[in-house]
């Protein structure tokens, strides 16, 4: 509860590194490439692609002994470019990417149940175009379903990490996440105008002290934001948004 606070109190957003989640599987996603396109003319052609970037200085014929090399070694074929290098991989994607994981369903019963302290915290709405400005990197929802996605043998880089840092299970789709990620702002804070806040929703089960605390506060920073209080409702399996400013 003390580090939600700080998001009214000291206007603070914190990206968090994929470490930190509690689903293992978030943001560690082994980087495959497609089986269908591994062909032996396509893994050579990348090869040598991946050669003339990393090795410019050497000859032609040096990297085409290179590339054979390692297009007959079978490493491709039985996974092992992949598998040697998945530790590094999760190490170097908690080290750059930072995220923010945010959702459209405010009164969504399990969402309020597992990342409130079972309905007892609050939660916080806040425009989107402000926090775009803000943070940068790049917005979008995430994507659910029952597989690992593959990525193409060509595809471009950084729209390969994006779809991998942006997949989930299936498991995961009731939060209908929207996430940030950017480069290089892993475990950062980020600073947020007061006017980027558009609502504070209370939890139902929040005590009655912690309820004025945050009212008062609201009412005194966020001239914007809308507070509401959530309460069960006595007609359906769902929670009400009661306005209280």
């Known amino acids: 509860m003390q580090y939600s606070r700080r998001i009214l109190t000291k206007n603070e957003l914190y990206l968090a590194s994929a470490d930190q989640f509690n689903d293992p599987f978030d943001a560690t996603i082994p980087f495959k490439y497609k089986e269908e396109q591994l062909t032996p003319d396509n893994i050579f052609l990348k090869l040598w692609k991946t050669g003339k970037e990393m090795f410019p200085d050497i000859s032609d014929a040096e990297l085409m002994e290179k590339c054979y090399e390692q297009q007959n070694s079978g490493r491709f074929e039985n996974g092992t470019y992949w598998k040697e290098n998945y530790e590094q991989f999760k190490e170097d994607n908690n080290k750059t990417f930072g995220i923010l994981s945010l959702t459209s369903k405010k009164d969504n019963l399990l969402m309020w149940s597992h ?115 959530s309460k069960m409702s006595l007609e359906k399996f769902k929670l009400d948004m009661i306005p209280i400013l």
């Not at 950017?182 to 006017?195: S, Y």
């Not at 089960?205 to 912690?210: L, V």
Request: aromatic share 14%; charged share 25%; proline share 3%.
């Open 115 to 229: 990342y409130t302290n079972s309905h007892r915290g609050f939660c916080v709405g806040f425009d989107k175009f402000i926090l775009w400005e803000l943070i940068g990197g790049s917005l979008g929802r995430i994507l659910y379903q029952s597989n690992f996605p593959s990525v193409g043998l060509f595809d471009n880089n950084v729209g390969t990490l994006t779809t991998l840092l942006t997949t989930k299970s299936l498991e995961w789709e009731y939060e209908d996440e929207y996430r940030f990620t950017k480069v290089g702002a892993a475990r950062q804070i980020f600073k947020f105008p007061d006017e980027a806040v558009l609502e504070v929703i209370l939890g139902y089960k929040m005590p009655d002290n912690e309820k004025d605390e945050i009212i008062q506060l609201t009412k005194g920073k966020f001239a914007n934001a809308k507070i509401f209080e």
